[in-house]
């Protein structure tokens, strides 16, 4: 049974930093990609940042590239996702994903197989 688990969330004034966590567990976390995605009130969920657990390749939204960071302690079969100079546009909810689909794309939800309960994150200006 898989599960993803995040945590870290939480609210904060515009310019704070915060680190969210995604614990897996029964799933072959070294072979794959895993991926942090958000949805806004009203808004469709989006890619974030995405890490291919096997090699290390990172990728990123453009709204977040030089803020965020996404990357891996495979000891402990988790991601993170390091979230600096956080803007009130940031204000999601925020779902880790894993298990992509072979050939899938790291920003589209439907090619995910798993996803965590997301963790809420609230900047305010």
């Known amino acids: 049974q898989v599960q993803l688990v995040e945590s870290g969330g939480g609210s904060l004034q515009a310019g704070g930093s915060l680190r969210l966590s995604c614990a897996a567990s029964g799933y072959t976390y070294s072979s794959n990609c895993m991926g942090w995605f958000r949805q806004a009130p009203g808004k469709e969920r989006e890619g974030v940042a995405a890490?291919?657990?096997?090699?290390?390749?990172?990728y990123y939204a453009d709204s977040v590239k030089g803020r965020f960071t996404i990357s891996q302690d495979n000891a402990k079969n988790t991601v993170y996702l390091q979230m600096n100079s956080l803007k009130p546009e940031d204000t999601a909810m925020y779902y880790c994903?894993?298990?992509?689909?072979?050939?899938?794309?790291?920003?589209?939800?439907?090619?995910?197989?798993?996803w965590g309960q997301g963790t809420q994150v609230t900047v305010s200006s």
């Open positions: 890490i291919y657990t096997g090699g290390g390749s990172t």
């Open positions: 994903a894993a298990d992509l689909e072979y050939g899938g794309s790291w920003y589209r939800t439907r090619d995910f197989g798993y």
